[in-house]
């Protein structure tokens, strides 16, 4: 069973330029989360979709940050315009309906010059 | 609300020693509670967890940690460890019965030396 990939491993790009991550979860996880890791603080949350739905969105930064997933399947994270501040390592994550184990990507490592 | 602290953020240690990687939380609720472990250029890996039951738990590549609800405390440890260990080690609460986010810590490199 494939786990959960994520896609571009990584990115550099412009302040002020957008960039969009795509994560596919584990076929069957009706739960799907992302997570950043900005250099030297810990991990965190940013949001949690139950199939297409926002569950919660409490941990996103600003509207400079767009996420959907349509259909309930794959998932993007659209950052618009991006700054320098957004730099990091963008995590996500999935599990089964009811299950309380979270099964992670390799992550994105987005450089914002 | 609930939060994590693992209270070292580097562990050097030599090879076939004991390690010990701690780790606190503080949650008005009860919590899961885990341990990922992100080895370089690698994603996070689920190493451990702890739902309920025996307060001993045993994971992957001979980790294994103790839940101490007195202490709020969920650290990990391996007997004799390998230079293949040599990682970053994360510890994260999760609200019990719930599907919702996970709080990590801050993190803990172990750094396995010849």
């Known amino acids: 069973e494939a786990g959960v990939t994520q896609f571009p491993s990584h990115s550099v790009i412009e302040k002020g330029q957008t960039v969009t991550l795509r994560c596919d979860p584990i076929s069957g996880h009706d739960n799907l989360y992302w997570y950043r890791r900005v250099m030297g603080k810990e991990i965190k949350f940013l949001l949690h979709?139950?199939?297409?739905?926002?569950?919660?969105e409490s941990g996103m930064p600003n509207n400079r940050f767009l996420a959907e997933r349509t259909g309930g399947t794959y998932s993007t994270l659209k950052v618009q315009p991006a700054e320098l501040e957004d730099s990091g390592v963008y995590f996500c994550?999935?599990?089964?309906?009811?299950?309380?184990?979270?099964?992670f990507g390799p992550g994105t490592r987005l450089l914002v010059l | 609300a609930q939060s994590v602290t693992q209270l070292d953020s580097q562990v050097p240690v030599f090879e076939e020693a004991p390690v010990e990687l701690r780790c606190n939380y503080s949650s008005s609720v009860s919590v899961y509670l885990f341990w990922y472990v992100q080895y370089p250029n690698q994603g996070l890996q689920l190493l451990l967890k702890?739902?309920?039951?025996?307060?001993l738990v045993k994971g992957i590549n001979g980790f294994e940690a103790e839940f101490n609800k007195s202490q709020t405390s969920f650290h990990l440890r391996k007997p004799s460890v390998h230079i293949s260990d040599t990682a970053e080690y994360f510890c994260a609460v999760i609200r019990a019965s719930n599907t919702g986010k996970l709080i990590f810590g801050q993190g803990t490199t172990l750094q396995v030396k010849p």
């Open positions: 994550a999935s599990s089964q309906q009811g299950g309380e184990t979270q099964y």
């Open positions: 702890y739902l309920s039951g025996s307060t």
């Open positions: 979709f139950v199939k297409e739905s926002k569950q919660d």
